[in-house]
């Protein structure tokens, strides 16, 4: 089972950013965690992140054949990106979507989750154990 874990936009500033909503660790002990996890849900995870809409759409592209699932949070673009969400479906891999916070009892344009219409698990809230449990559906 091979996994490829998309990171979007600020995520790289988790343990700077809002650590009140995100918490205190960094991207970097995050991915740390993405890894251990994988290792010990005998999964082969690679993990990536970008800033850059078009860049995780190529990531999504470049899974095709290569991956059987992907775990993706895309920060923001999650309420925007009707980009990321057609190279979902384009790709057709199965898809968990991971959220830190629980984007539902945020602001209101959190709700909309244009990734969510095709993911076929979504984890919101739980913070970094969250994509452990996305690992987990792929581990079954
Ligand atoms: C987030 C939630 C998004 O609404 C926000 O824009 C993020 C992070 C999360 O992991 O909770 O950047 O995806």
Same mark, same amino acid.
Do not use: C
């Given at each position: 089972?091979?996994?490829?874990?998309?990171?979007?936009?600020?995520?790289?500033?988790?343990?700077?950013r809002e650590r009140e909503v995100y918490g205190d660790?960094?991207?970097?002990?995050?991915?740390?965690?993405?890894?251990?996890?994988?290792?010990?849900?005998?999964?082969?995870?690679?993990?990536?992140?970008?800033?850059?809409?078009?860049?995780?759409?190529?990531?999504?592209?470049?899974?095709?054949?290569?991956?059987?699932?992907?775990?993706?949070?895309?920060?923001?673009?999650?309420?925007?990106?009707?980009?990321?969400?057609?190279? $979902?479906? %384009?790709?057709?891999?199965? =898809?968990?979507?991971?959220?830190?916070s629980?984007?539902? #009892?945020? &602001?209101? +344009?959190? !709700?909309?989750?244009?990734?969510? $219409?095709? %993911?076929?698990?979504?984890? =919101?809230?739980?913070?970094?154990?969250?994509?452990?449990? #996305?690992? &987990?559906? +792929?581990? !079954?």
């Open positions: 089972m091979k996994v490829l874990v998309i990171n979007g936009v600020n995520l790289n500033m988790l343990g700077v660790e960094s991207y970097a002990a995050l991915k740390k965690y993405i890894l251990a996890s994988a290792k010990e849900l005998g999964i082969k995870a690679r993990v990536v992140q970008s800033n850059s809409e078009g860049k995780l759409v190529d990531y999504i592209q470049r899974a095709y054949k290569k991956y059987d699932g992907i775990i993706i949070n895309p920060g923001a673009y999650t309420h925007t990106s009707i980009a990321i969400y057609d190279a $979902l479906k %384009a790709v057709n891999i199965t =898809t968990v979507e991971v959220h830190l629980d984007v539902n #009892a945020r &602001e209101e +344009f959190r !709700k909309t989750s244009y990734v969510g $219409l095709y %993911a076929a698990k979504r984890v =919101t809230g739980k913070g970094f154990a969250g994509y452990r449990e #996305a690992l &987990e559906f +792929f581990a !079954k």
